[in-house]
Each structure stands twice: as structure tokens, then as C-alpha cells.
T-cell receptor, first 115, second 109 residues
Framework: DAMVIQNPRYQVTQFGKPVTLSCSQTLNHNVMYWYQQKSSQAPKLLFH???????NEADTPDNFQSRRPNTSFCFLDIRSPGLGDAAMYLC??????????????FGPGTRLTVT | KNEVEQSPQNLTAQEGEFITINCSYS?????LHWLQQHPGGGIVSLFM???GKKKHGRLIATINIQEKHSSLHITASHPRDSAVYICAAYGGSQGNLIFGKGTKLSVKP
């Protein structure tokens, strides 16, 4: 049974055209994370939610926003995608306590292409 | 210097071989994660450990807190084990996971 679901799996958008990526979870976890992973690089944390509390990483561009309307869903909005934003976007959840204190469960990722 | 270093960067093995991937970290940690990422992107958490050793099937993870070193072992490797293996350290407090760059494993039949 899928526990962390990401839609779509592949997304193509045009330069400058807003795009939204979706993540949902069936685990009822408090914490949801968004990571960006470029080719052959480690995942880079963009931000995370602890319940409704939003925590932005200092070097996350303003172009990236997130919404968490309820426990199950979290969205990543890219307001004006640039070519450099093409990457795999990974959603993850953990039971409690942000960071690495608890095991993180990852979704399959959304591969974003910017044309 | 990255705070979490993995070696080797790339590893090719023959089916059946015993495989070891190493992870060294320079930060004080309270937990270390081993993750597996297959082509196509999805990441699976293999282990989270803070001391000693854990075993799951053919996978074994060990950690030596004093030496700031962890190893992931795969016994009787199989082509389906081919993936990128990522070590990630958690430093505690409000810190987040610090990822290594990954080890790309290819197991040939």
C-alpha cells in the first residue's frame, strides 16, 4: 500500500509558468518535507512542515512556496520555474520531531522538466 | 569538505559478492540513516541506527560512534541490489539530515 504518494510522477512546464506538485500521505505523520534532488547530487531540503508550522531553509529561493491544508496533503508551488529548477522533487514524512530523529518515509518523487 | 563522506563513490560487483559501503561523518550525531535510491528516483529507508548493528535480510548496518563511522554490508549480492545507497546523518536539536553524495552500486549477473 502506497504510504507517501506524489503526483504527478513526471511534470513538464514552460519557463516562467507556475507549477504545483502534490504529496499525500496515509501515515498520519506530523512532519512533511520537500527535497530537491538534481542529477547525481544528494537531496537538498527545501522546507518542512511540523503540523501547521512551516520551516523554510535559509537558502531556499523565494520562488518556492509550500502549502499544507491538512495533515495528509502538502503542495510545492514553483511560482516562476527557471531552467535551473529542473530536478527530482521528493516528498517525505516522519512521525514526529523534524530532522533526522525519526525514520523518514519518501515518496516516489516527481521529475520536473522545464522547457 | 562534506560533513558526511561516503566511499566508494561507484562500486561494481559480481552477483554473490559481499559488498561494503562506508560512511564517515565529522559532526556529532544522534542517528544515522541508510537509504536506497533506485533509478527513477524513489528513496527507501533501509536503516536508522544510533549504535551497534542492525540486520534486515541480506543487509547489515553497523555504526561506531567513537570512530564516527558506519558501514552498510550486503551479503550474497544480487543484480536487484543495484541502486544508489545514501548515508545521512542527523546531528540532533533542530538540525536536519546531512546527506552523503551516495554510492552507486552495480551488481552484474
Amino acid at each position: 500500500d502506497a504510504m507517501v504518494i506524489q503526483n504527478p510522477r513526471y511534470q513538464v512546464t514552460q519557463f516562467g509558468k507556475p507549477v504545483t506538485l502534490s504529496c499525500s500521505q496515509t501515515l498520519n505523520h506530523n512532519v512533511m518535507y520537500w527535497y530537491q534532488q538534481k542529477s547525481s547530487q544528494a537531496p537538498k531540503l527545501l522546507f518542512h512542515y511540523y503540523d501547521k508550522d512551516f520551516n523554510n531553509e535559509a537558502d531556499t529561493p523565494d520562488n518556492f512556496q509550500s502549502r499544507r491544508p491538512n495533515t495528509s496533503f502538502c503542495f510545492l508551488d514553483i511560482r516562476s520555474p527557471g531552467l535551473g529548477d529542473a530536478a527530482m522533487y521528493l516528498c517525505a514524512t516522519s512521525r514526529d520531531g523534524a530532522g533526522g530523529r525519526y525514520e523518514q518515509y519518501f515518496g516516489p518523487g516527481t521529475r520536473l522538466t522545464v522547457t | 569538505k562534506n560533513e558526511v563522506e561516503q566511499s566508494p563513490q561507484n562500486l561494481t560487483a559480481q552477483e554473490g559478492e559481499f559488498i561494503t559501503i562506508n560512511c564517515s561523518y565529522s559532526v556529532g550525531i544522534s542517528a544515522l540513516h541508510w537509504l536506497q535510491q533506485h533509478p527513477g528516483g524513489g528513496i527507501v529507508s533501509l536503516f536508522m541506527l544510533s549504535s551497534g548493528k542492525k540486520k534486515h535480510g541480506r543487509l547489515i548496518a553497523t555504526i561506531n560512534i567513537q570512530e564516527k563511522h558506519s558501514s552498510l554490508h550486503i551479503t550474497a549480492s544480487h543484480p536487484r541490489d543495484s541502486a544508489v545507497y545514501i548515508c545521512a546523518a542527523y546531528g540532533g536539536s533542530q538540525g536536519n539530515l546531512i546527506f552523503g553524495k551516495g554510492t552507486k552500486l552495480s551488481v552484474k549477473p
